[in-house]
């Protein structure tokens, strides 16, 4: 595998991605582009997100839609229509990077599977003083993290863990659940095979469920990233969740439908 492509995906919380994309910027492996998915910010913060753009030490491009409600997986496919690398990660704009999350998604990258990560979330106070003092996560100690973790403001510490695991990557293949592109990776001829993410998933939730489960009924299984490449993602208000139990239906409905594999409103509306 040469280059990988990661989608970062934003929406009005420039001060959040700028943190990501510094952890991007400061990842051992170079060969990546980043590929920004906004999902309608407002043009006050499309000018601040801009100012990052001439900060890349790695090739760079923005991709931006009008603001019509929550539209992730549009944006997404969008972004993939864009990408030049042969590898996918998804990863939000409000997850910050550890240095080796390139190099780890690259080692753990396998022909035949998607690989999700996991995450380490921080509370409330916690995030608002991340932001207001722009404090770059991704060159912090494991000692600091110790630290965050007795005074509770991170969930967890194990997950900072780098374990191999080796077979037990492999031991749950056809599980969907907690596959969230806020930490996702898989190759992109495996993305396009299913037409990507399903428009059709109107408003917050389930749109990444429904990609990883057409993933699987192709073909294609799941390999754990659990102890390998963690994320940091920082706290912030729930999104409008009125289509949860919508769209959560039609969840069901694709999950109990094995030969429904391809989106019928998906990426390939984009691909010249």
């Known amino acids: 595998m040469s280059l990988i492509s990661v989608i970062v995906t934003t929406y009005n919380w420039p001060d959040a991605l700028r943190l990501c994309l510094h952890s991007l910027y400061a990842q051992k492996d170079r060969n990546f582009e980043i590929i920004i998915a906004d999902d309608g910010s407002t043009d006050v913060n499309v000018d601040q997100i801009k100012v990052e753009l001439g900060l890349s030490p790695v090739k760079i491009s923005y991709v931006h839609h009008e603001d019509k409600g929550f539209r992730a997986g549009t944006i997404r496919n969008k972004a993939v229509a864009h990408a030049i690398g042969e590898y996918l990660i ?3 704009g409000d997850c910050i990077a550890r240095p080796h999350f390139i190099s780890r998604h690259r080692y753990l990258a396998e022909q035949g599977y998607f690989v999700p990560g996991n995450r380490v979330l921080l509370n409330q106070t916690y995030t608002q003083q991340i932001i207001e003092q722009q ?78 489960i057409r993933l699987i009924h192709s073909g294609i299984k799941r390999k754990e990233g659990r102890f390998a490449v963690p994320v940091l993602h920082l706290w912030h208000a729930q999104n409008d969740k009125s289509r949860q139990d919508i769209n959560y239906q039609k969840l069901m409905d694709r999950l109990a439908d094995q030969d429904f594999i391809s989106s019928e409103s998906g990426v390939s509306q984009y691909i010249q």
């Open 135 to 212: 404090v770059l996560l991704h060159e912090k100690s494991w000692g600091y993290f110790l630290k965050s973790r007795l005074q509770n403001k991170i969930n967890r510490l194990t997950a900072f863990l780098y374990l191999p695991l080796g077979f037990f990557r492999y031991v749950k293949p056809n599980k969907w659940h907690r596959a969230m592109t806020c930490n996702l990776a898989m190759w992109k001829a495996d993305f396009l095979g299913v037409n990507g993410f399903d428009e059709f998933f109107e408003g917050w939730g389930y749109e990444d469920s429904d990609l990883v």
């Open 90 to 92: 998804f990863l939000d």
